[in-house]
Every structure is written in structure tokens, then in C-alpha cells.
Nanobody
Framework: QVQLVESGGGLVQAGGYLTLSCAAS????????MGWSRQAPGKEREFVAS????????IYADSVKGRFTISRDNAKTTAYLQMNSLKSEDTAIYYC???????????WGQGTQVTVSS
């Protein structure tokens, strides 16, 4: 019912910046939280950031706090992840997540690759 498409990934140098986008379509039931997670080669998926539908509450993993910023545009049904001061350890596939507060369902995108060269 809900589809998520990530975009904006690519190759950047350490210290650089990149912005990821996540466009949602389908039956979102209006009220939903969105977030980002990532998975590096040989590692399990880890939480990165989340934001409530109003944008009033945000949560960040300690590893990205102060460098990454999550935001959303409900009119466009899109979430963003602004990544600054990128490090080699940020290299991973980044996944977008949507949680429907109306149904309790979770949805995931296919991911977008972010590679940071040292």
C-alpha cells in the first residue's frame, strides 16, 4: 500500500556533504513518522535518525548527531537527510522507513548507496 523511494546517494570525499530524499506514495493515512537507517558491509542495520509527522520531535544516533539533520515536507510526502562533515565510516546503504500511527504498519524503501572516500 505504501511505497518509498530513496534518492540522492553517491560518492563524496570525506568532509563533504550530501542530501538524501525519500518520497512516499500510496496509503499513508496522513499521520506517520519517518526515519533513516543504514547498513555497512559486514555489519547489521543501525538506526540513524527519525522524525514525527509534525517535525517537532527528532532523534539521532550518537554517531551522526551534530552532523546529520532529518526533516520532512508533508505536502510533498517526502523526508530528507542532510549529511555534513561526512566520514569514511558513514559509508553504507541508507534506507528510508515510514511508520503509520493509524495502522501500526512499517514500510521500507530499497535503499540508496552512500560512499565516502578517505
Amino acid at each position: 500500500q505504501v511505497q518509498l523511494v530513496e534518492s540522492g546517494g553517491g560518492l563524496v570525499q570525506a568532509g563533504g556533504y550530501l542530501t538524501l530524499s525519500c518520497a512516499a506514495s500510496g496509503r499513508t493515512f496522513s499521520i506517520y513518522k519517518m526515519g533513516w537507517s543504514r547498513q555497512a558491509p559486514g555489519k547489521e542495520r543501525e538506526f540513524v535518525a527519525s522524525i514525527e509527522w509534525s517535525g517537532g520531535t527528532t532523534i539521532y544516533a550518537d554517531s551522526v548527531k551534530g552532523r546529520f539533520t532529518i526533516s520532512r515536507d508533508n505536502a510533498k510526502t517526502t523526508a530528507y537527510l542532510q549529511m555534513n562533515s561526512l566520514k569514511s565510516e558513514d559509508t553504507a546503504i541508507y534506507y528510508c522507513n515510514l511508520y503509520s500511527q493509524a495502522t501500526g504498519a512499517n514500510y521500507w524503501g530499497q535503499g540508496t548507496q552512500v560512499t565516502v572516500s578517505s
